[in-house]
């Protein structure tokens, strides 16, 4: 009796979503899809293809069980976990529309949307989540149940209406609605909706983006054709399943047959990515501004033998990477040989400390991405495939494409089917089979966000050049000073946010005679360098005042921003000694600053700097 043996073809399956669980399972049976840890559980365990199908059917089954309609909108408000997939994919097949929810939403934000999108049924992550969703049950007519992950949740007292996870699947074991399901399933479509994905906005209330079953197999299919994630990929989540970037990301990785490593902790990602040993990880460019202080800062400590080692090993890397196989040219012998010398020591001793054994690619939008930060990870030998897309466009515009080759600083060149155009002000209009029909229930809106000829309008300005794409500024962010010069805030931001002392960073302009910030320092940072240095200190208020800690933050600002123009670089700033957070509105769910209202809340800061000019 010879053994069977199973050869896995790879190719990507570009079925219907709500198809997907079953047809992999078809090809896949019991071999691992996800990697993952219960809630409040430190040990990884880890699902089959099998486990994905028979789940996401029950689900799809309970949905039935209480009565979820064609179309119907349910909700999602949890961090990342197993049980958020097998809701989603659950809704798939009954062709109900999954809304998801930040874990970090507020009760305001989950009102408006529980009411805009009338949803009566909302899965809830962990304690936090129900609670919210519990404080607002009663100023959401439509909301008529609460569904809990985590089974360690407590209800409130004279709570009637919640069920855990649990309960909610043993609804879907009944034989009875195997009929139902089945002709649901049968009447899948490209037309309908999959998901409506609010954005939180930087100012006034979300705005639900439309995104149908066609949008994602056109998405599926272009970006296959130009990002090499493979069956016996391992990847990783970091940013929330809420986010397109991530969404996008996890369900093409999906098609391919990857294994998905669920990380529910944000913060604990480079723990997790040491103990999963991941090939892949979609981010924002913040982790890699981060990975870079942190190495950097290790240089600085080193020895001046290994500063030399490491910063000769950095050099050849960006020669080779960068130089070189960036530009699309083979690169000499002699230093092909010299980096496969220093990528097999060096290099990969640094990769390894990321939990990066076997690294491929490293997908990095939602940001602008430092040139020296672009740099510096491809000298590292890591793939970094920077790109550029919206909610609107079901994330991917454009990207570096495999085996091309890619100028440091673009976003890219155009995935197959978008046609790019560049309208007044510079601004980048897009058309294709990715991009949304809309916004649910905002006819104005839409209106204004087309042009006639059905282009829509992105809101950022950019250029194309030899086929690449490359940002210049947000229109909407950009501050005219009151010397009629613009400055683009963002950019001057990425310029400083490589340093190791500066944790979070506002710009502020408009109208202004000259440009200043708000900086919130990397207190860890910035404690150990007041140690070091002999600097007393009480508090943070007192780091903040010393002017031995100002002339440190002024000179290595001066250093960093010596490649702007005069009328862009910060002229004064301000160290403040909290940080800008979601619960007082100055970040969105994304972690993108609410401008208006840091310059509200900070108005006090922001004149003091102005006095006097």
Not at 45 to 54: C, I, M, N
Not at 102 to 125: K, P, W
Not at 486 to 502: F, M
């Amino acid at each position: 009796m010879h053994p069977v043996l199973i050869v896995y073809e790879p190719m990507q399956n570009l079925c219907h979503l709500a198809l997907l669980p079953q047809a992999q399972y078809k090809k896949y049976g019991e071999r691992t899809v996800f990697e993952y840890k219960e809630f409040g559980s430190s040990v990884w365990k880890s699902a089959t293809w099998k486990d994905f199908h028979d789940n996401a059917h029950r689900v799809s089954c309970a949905m039935l069980s209480l009565g979820i309609q064609v179309q119907e909108n349910i909700g999602v408000f949890s961090q990342n976990s197993l049980q958020y997939i097998y809701t989603d994919f659950g809704a798939f097949g009954i062709r109900a529309v999954s809304i998801p929810f930040y874990s970090t939403s507020s009760e305001e934000q989950l009102r408006f949307i529980i009411n805009d999108a009338q949803i009566r049924f909302i899965f809830v992550g962990e304690q936090e989540q129900y609670d919210k969703a519990r404080r607002v049950q009663a100023l959401c007519p439509s909301l008529e149940r609460i569904i809990v992950y985590d089974e360690m949740v407590g209800f409130a007292e004279h709570d009637t209406t919640s069920m855990h996870f649990s309960e909610f699947l043993r609804l879907g074991d009944a034989p009875i609605l195997e009929g139902s399901y089945q002709q649901r399933l049968a009447e899948h479509n490209y037309d309908d909706l999959a998901n409506i994905l609010y954005t939180s906005g930087t100012t006034g209330n979300p705005k639900g983006v439309m995104l149908t079953y066609g949008q994602y197999n056109a998405a599926f299919k272009a970006n296959n054709e130009c990002v090499p994630v493979e069956e016996d990929d391992r990847v990783i989540t970091f940013l929330p399943i809420t986010h397109i970037f991530e969404r996008g990301w996890d369900f093409l990785a999906l098609t391919k047959g990857s294994t998905l490593i669920i990380n529910t902790d944000p913060k604990d990602i480079q723990n997790a990515m040491r103990q999963t040993n991941p090939t892949c990880m979609s981010a924002v460019p913040r982790f890699w501004e981060k990975v870079y202080s942190g190495v950097m800062a290790k240089i600085e400590s080193a020895s001046s033998t290994k500063q030399k080692m490491f910063l000769e090993a950095l050099r050849i890397g960006r020669e080779y990477n960068v130089t070189y196989k960036a530009a699309g040219k083979r690169p000499p012998l002699a230093l092909r040989m010299k980096y496969a010398v220093i990528d097999k020591t060096i290099l990969s001793l640094v990769r390894k400390q990321f939990g990066l054994k076997r690294p491929n690619f490293f997908p990095t939008a939602g940001a602008v991405v430092s040139k020296e930060v672009e740099t510096f990870v491809h000298s590292l030998g890591l793939n970094m495939i920077v790109g550029y897309g919206l909610t609107e466009s079901l994330a991917t515009v454009s990207c570096d494409h495999r085996d091309e080759k890619y100028t440091i600083g673009s976003v890219g060149r155009p995935i197959k089917g978008i046609e790019i155009r560049i309208g007044e002000n510079s601004e980048i209009l897009l058309k294709g089979p990715t991009i949304t029909k809309g916004y649910y229930r905002r006819e104005e809106l839409n209106r204004e966000a087309f042009t006639e000829d059905g282009f829509f309008h992105t809101g950022d300005a950019g250029y194309l050049k030899d086929g690449e794409l490359f940002l210049t500024e947000r229109i909407k962010d950009l501050y005219k000073t009151s010397n009629g010069k613009y400055v683009a805030p963002q950019a001057v931001e990425s310029k400083l946010l490589v340093d190791k002392y500066i944790e979070q960073i506002a710009v502020i302009a408009d109208e202004r005679k000259f440009v200043s910030a708000l900086i919130v320092p990397a207190y860890s940072m910035l404690e150990e360098y007041a140690l070091q240095n002999r600097i007393d200190f009480k508090n943070r208020k007192d780091l903040c005042s010393n002017p031995q800690i100002i002339r440190m933050f002024t000179d290595r600002i001066e250093t960093l921003q010596q490649g702007l123009s005069g009328f862009e670089q910060v002229k004064r700033f301000t160290l403040l000694t909290e940080p800008f957070t979601m619960e007082n509105g100055e970040l969105t769910n994304t972690l993108k600053t609410r401008r208006q209202n840091i310059i509200k809340n900070h108005a006090a800061e922001i004149e003091a700097m102005y006095a006097d000019a």
